[in-house]
T-cell receptor
Framework: DGGITQSPKYLFRKEGQNVTLSCEQN?????MYWYRQDPGQGLRLIYY???????QKGDIAEGYSVSREKKESFPLTVTSAQKNPTAFYLC???????????????FGPGTRLTVT | KNQVEQSPQSLIILEGKNCTLQ??????????LRWYKQDTGRGPVSLTI?????NTKSNGRYTATLDADTKQSSLHITASQLSDSASYIC?????????????FGTGTQLKVEL
């Protein structure tokens, strides 16, 4: 899990509520990423950020929002507009900007979100 | 469409035995290929990263091979241990106009038993 922390590990919410997942890194990495993992599917990119105050949509950004006000923090908000929010959410970071490229991507321990 | 396919989907082996996991991809243009180990309920941890020019790379009891011509990779685990029980994910990085893009396989679930 390196120097990336995600909290909480488990999160339960009622349908219709927004919820924010925390991701903090002390690796001094420029780039940070949010992925979603569902059973039987590969990880899918939600959002990524290459530098502070800048972020880009990934493949499945609808219903999610992010902010990058500090280099070490990249919180993800799952809004009520996300139709199937129940999933395992993984945050990652890498040393250089861009979609990782040849540089190592380090993952956090994940947050399992259950919405009922 | 860029895809990464892994086989088998799941595998059960006895402790001490060897096993080989397969990864086929259609990602193009190719940048690099990674293998990750993911324990249940945890984040993936990198095992190896291989570029186009690398045919094989080892990390302890893990040895990855890459054939960029046939777009195939394998991960060989030697003398398996109970702690090897995990999901092994193949990830291929492809070059796009905006940089590199990672395509994740669905993983091979390995269980090592006594």
């Amino acid at each position: 899990d390196g120097g990336i922390t995600q909290s909480p590990k488990y999160l339960f919410r009622k349908e219709g509520q927004n919820v924010t997942l925390s991701c903090e890194q002390n690796l001094n990495h420029d780039a940070m990423y949010w992925y979603r993992q569902d059973p039987g599917q590969g990880l899918r990119l939600i959002y990524y950020s290459q530098i502070v105050n800048d972020f880009q949509k990934g493949d499945i950004a609808e219903g999610y929002s992010v902010s990058r006000e500090k280099k070490e923090s990249f919180p993800l908000t799952v809004t009520s507009a996300q139709k199937n929010p129940t999933a395992f959410y993984l945050c990652a970071s890498s040393e250089f900007p861009g979609l990782a490229g040849g540089y190592e991507q380090y993952f956090g321990p994940g947050t399992r979100l259950t919405v009922t | 469409k860029n895809q990464v396919e892994q086989s088998p989907q799941s595998l059960i082996i006895l402790e001490g035995k060897n096993c080989t996991l397969q990864c086929n991809y259609t990602v193009s243009p190719f940048s690099n290929l990674r293998w990750y180990k993911q324990d249940t309920g945890r984040g993936p941890v990198s095992l190896t990263i291989m570029t186009f020019s690398e045919n094989t790379k080892s990390n302890g009891r893990y040895t990855a091979t890459l054939d960029a011509d046939t777009k195939q990779s394998s991960l060989h685990i030697t003398a398996s241990q109970l702690s090897d029980s995990a999901s092994y994910i193949c990830v291929v990085s492809g070059l796009t106009g905006g940089g590199n893009k990672l395509t994740f396989g669905t993983g091979t679930q390995l269980k090592v038993e006594l």
